[in-house]
C-alpha cells in the first residue's frame, strides 16, 4: 500500500513538472514554415510545425528548445517559465545571397534562372598561377580550358560549352569591368574579385550575336569603407622538367633509317650505309651500336624551371570615397632553355560619390608583358633530331 502511494506521488510530482509550450515559427519575411523541427534539447522529445507554423511541445526534462529548418539557422531558446515561443528562422545558405553579374546588370544567385558559373578571389588566391584563364581550370562546369603549347606565354583557349563552329572563331566575349577586352592575359589574378561565365541565350541576349559563344565577366577588385590596409602577397615556384615520350636509342635509329633506306633502293641504302659504317667495307656492324649512347638532344633544351610572383596592393575609404590601388610583378622561366615571360602591372580604382545620384569611378590599369626565346616547336624539332652515338666514328 505504501509502495503504491509512493509512486502515485512521483506521477503526480512529474505531471505538475512538465511544462507545455506552443511554439510558432516564421521565416525573416514573416511566412509561417511548415515542417520545421522543434526538438527538447539533447532528447528525442519533439515534432514538426504545421500549416500554420505551430507546435506544442511538452517539455520533460527542463531543456532549451532546438529549432531548426533546412536552409536556415538553428536557434536555441530558453522556455523556462514560457508558455508562448515566438521563433524567427533566418536563411543560412549564404551563396545564395552572392551577387552575380549578368550583363546587364546584377542579381542574387538565387533569383537567377539562367546557367551563369562564378569563381571569386578566395578560390583564386589558392591557385598560383600568372595566367587568370588557367586559374579557371577545372573551376567550371561546362568550361573547357587549353594552352596551345607549353610556354609560359602560350595562347590560352577557352571554350563555352564546346565550339559552336567549325570555320569560325568560338572564342567566348571577355568584358572586364564592363568594357570589352580581346584577352584577359594580361590582368594578373590577384586583382580579380568575381569571374562570372554565362553559358545560356537568356544571359547573353544583351550581347547578340557576339555572346554566341558565352561571355566571360571578370570584375576586378576595388576599395572598401574602412581603414587602409596594405597587403603584400609573394609565391615562388620550382616546376620540373615536363617528361616526353623516350627518344630511339642508337641500334633503334641506325636500324630504322637503314630499314627505310633499303626500302629506296640500293644506292640510296648505299649512302646510308657509308654514313653509319656498316657493313664489313665500311670496319663497324649494325650490331656495334646496341652498346652505344644516344645523344638526347632533349635534354639539352629542357630544364627545371623557377618562377617568381609578387603582389602589393593599398585598399580603404569612406561613405562617399573608395580606393584601390594595386602593383604586381610576374617572372616566369620557361621550361625551354633561355625562354621566359614577365609580366609588370598597375591597377589604380577609385570611386567618388558627389552627389545623392550622380558618381564618379575612375579605372586605370597598365600592363607590360616581355616574351623571351624560341617557342615550344623548337623542342619538337630536337626530339625529331637523329641520335648522335657516342663513341662510334661515323662516315661523314
Known amino acids: 500500500m505504501r509502495s503504491a502511494l509512493v509512486l502515485a506521488f512521483l506521477l503526480f510530482v512529474g505531471s505538475i513538472s512538465a511544462q507545455t509550450v506552443k511554439v510558432n515559427v516564421k521565416d525573416s519575411q514573416g511566412e509561417p514554415i511548415i515542417g520545421a523541427s522543434v526538438v527538447e534539447k539533447d532528447t528525442k522529445n519533439g515534432g514538426v510545425t504545421d500549416f500554420d507554423g505551430n507546435f506544442t511541445i511538452k517539455l520533460t526534462a527542463n531543456k532549451p528548445v532546438v529549432v531548426s529548418y533546412i536552409g536556415m539557422k ?98 567566348p566575349l571577355y568584358i572586364v569591368d564592363g568594357f570589352e577586352v580581346s584577352s584577359i592575359s594580361d590582368i594578373a589574378p590577384s586583382e580579380i574579385e568575381t569571374i562570372d561565365v554565362l553559358k545560356d541565350a537568356s544571359s547573353t541576349a544583351i550581347y547578340g550575336a557576339r555572346g554566341a559563344n558565352g561571355v566571360i565577366l571578370i570584375t576586378t577588385k576595388g576599395g572598401q569603407e574602412g581603414k587602409a590596409k596594405v597587403k603584400y602577397n609573394m609565391y615562388y615556384q ?45 670496319g663497324n656492324h649494325l650490331n656495334d651500336y646496341k652498346n652505344q649512347k644516344a645523344h638526347n638532344y632533349m635534354d639539352d633544351v629542357l630544364r627545371t624551371t623557377h618562377a617568381w610572383n609578387h603582389d602589393v596592393s593599398v585598399s580603404g575609404g569612406s561613405k562617399t570615397t573608395k580606393f584601390y590601388a594595386a602593383v604586381n610583378y610576374s617572372d616566369n622561366e620557361g621550361a625551354l632553355v633561355n625562354s621566359a615571360f614577365r609580366r609588370w602591372g598597375a591597377n589604380l580604382k577609385l570611386t567618388q560619390d558627389i552627389t545623392s545620384t550622380l558618381r564618379l569611378d575612375v579605372d586605370a590599369r597598365y600592363s607590360e608583358m616581355q616574351f623571351k626565346g624560341n617557342r615550344y616547336e623548337f623542342a619538337t624539332q630536337a626530339y625529331r633530331y637523329r641520335p648522335e652515338p657516342k663513341g662510334l666514328s661515323m662516315g661523314r
Open 74 to 171: 538553428t536557434k536555441t531558446i530558453d522556455a523556462k517559465g514560457k508558455s508562448e515561443l515566438s521563433v524567427v528562422l533566418e536563411d543560412d545558405n549564404t551563396q545564395l545571397e552572392e551577387v552575380v553579374a549578368i550583363g546587364y546588370g546584377t542579381v542574387r544567385k538565387k533569383d537567377l534562372t539562367g546557367a551563369v558559373s562564378q569563381v571569386n578571389s578566395k578560390q583564386l588566391e589558392n591557385i598560383p598561377v600568372s595566367n587568370v584563364s588557367e586559374a579557371l581550370t577545372g573551376k567550371m562546369a561546362g568550361v573547357n580550358i587549353t594552352t596551345t603549347e607549353g610556354s609560359p606565354d602560350a595562347d590560352v583557349k577557352i571554350r563555352v560549352r564546346g565550339g559552336g563552329s567549325l570555320s569560325q572563331d568560338n572564342s
Open 238 to 282: 620550382i616546376k620540373s622538367k615536363p617528361d616526353f615520350l623516350d627518344v630511339q636509342s642508337a641500334y633503334d635509329n641506325v636500324l630504322y633509317n637503314w630499314g627505310y633506306a633499303k626500302m629506296q633502293g640500293d644506292s640510296y641504302a648505299d649512302g646510308v650505309a657509308k654514313y653509319y659504317g656498316l657493313g664489313s667495307a665500311y
